[in-house]
């Protein structure tokens, strides 16, 4: 069993900048593969990003590449999402999500997850 606790949302200003971070309960965090998904009003969820076990694969979606930035430590049970230049339509419930890594996990896939959080909102003002 893993429990998720996300922190660090909040209102910011079109190119500003926040930093999530989601604590895990349990003492196999590192067999996990972490990922982060988010939901707007009206709209599904979607996915963000996501980092493997060892934090040595990381992937995002094109909408955020190059302004997120994933990040793990194992030793603090602890995920990262820095959020830079930060849009209005980034504005949603963000979730943090494990699931046991394997070779053959679907990153991409809210599917693939076993555990969420409760989720901290982000608005972003224009």
């Known amino acids: 069993q893993v429990q998720l606790v996300e922190s660090g949302g909040g209102l910011v200003q079109t190119g500003g900048s926040l930093r999530l971070s989601c604590a895990a309960s349990g003492r196999t965090f590192s067999s996990y593969a972490m990922g982060w998904f988010r939901q707007a009003p009206g709209k599904e969820r979607e996915f963000v990003a996501a980092?493997?076990?060892?934090?040595?694969?990381?992937v995002y979606a094109d909408s955020v590449k190059g302004r997120f930035t994933i990040s793990r430590d194992n030793a603090k049970n602890t995920q990262y999402l820095q959020m830079n230049s930060l849009k209005p339509e980034n504005t949603a419930v963000y979730y943090c999500?494990?699931?046991?890594?394997?070779?053959?996990?679907?990153?991409?896939?809210?599917?693939?997850?076993?555990?969420w959080g409760q989720g901290t909102q982000v608005t972003v003002s224009s």
């Open positions: 980092i493997s076990w060892s934090g040595a694969f990381t």
């Open positions: 999500a494990a699931g046991i890594d394997h070779s053959k996990f679907r990153y991409h896939s809210y599917l693939d997850y076993d555990y």
